[in-house]
Nanobody, 127 residues
Framework: QLQLVESGGGLVQPGGSLRLSCAAS????????IGWFRQAPGKEREGVSC????????NYADSVKGRFTISRDNAKNTVYLQMNSLKPEDTAVYYC????????????????????WGQGTQVTVSS
C-alpha cells in the first residue's frame, strides 16, 4: 500500500516549536519533490514549504520564512518540517504531499499538485 503518514503535531504554546515528520511506505521518496501544506478551519489549503528531490532547493511561504525549515532524509524515506516561533495563526491541519518531479514548481497550487497525500496532523498553537 502506497501512503504518506504525517506525525509530530500537537498542542504548543505561542513561541514554541514542533517538528513534523512525513514518512512514506510502499514507495521511495527519492523521485519526488515533497511539499508541506496546511488548512485552517474555513480556509483553503495553502502551500507552506517544499523541498526538491535531492534537497538542494527549498521554498517557503512568506508567512513562515525564517521560522520553518524543511529537510529530508532519503535514507529514512522521511521529510521533516521544523517549526519554530509558532504563532496562533499557524494553527491548522498540516499535510505532506509527494509530487513526481525534481523541483517544486506549482506547489503553491495544492489542488493541482501532489501524486500522494497524507492524512494530516493537527497543529494547535494556543496559550
Amino acid at each position: 500500500q502506497l501512503q504518506l503518514v504525517e506525525s509530530g503535531g500537537g498542542l504548543v504554546q505561542p513561541g514554541g516549536s514542533l517538528r513534523l515528520s512525513c514518512a512514506a511506505s510502499g514507495f521511495t521518496l527519492d523521485y519526488y519533490a515533497i511539499g508541506w501544506f496546511r488548512q485552517a478551519p474555513g480556509k483553503e489549503r495553502e502551500g507552506v514549504s517544499c523541498i526538491s528531490r535531492r534537497g538542494g532547493s527549498t521554498n517557503y511561504a512568506d508567512s513562515v520564512k525564517g521560522r520553518f525549515t524543511i529537510s529530508r532524509d532519503n535514507a529514512k524515506n522521511t521529510v521533516y518540517l521544523q517549526m519554530n516561533s509558532l504563532k496562533p495563526e499557524d494553527t491548522a491541519v498540516y499535510y505532506c504531499a509527494a509530487h513526481k518531479s525534481y523541483y517544486c514548481s506549482g506547489y503553491a497550487a495544492p489542488d493541482t499538485w501532489g501524486d500522494y497525500w497524507g492524512q494530516g496532523t493537527q497543529v494547535t498553537v494556543s496559550s
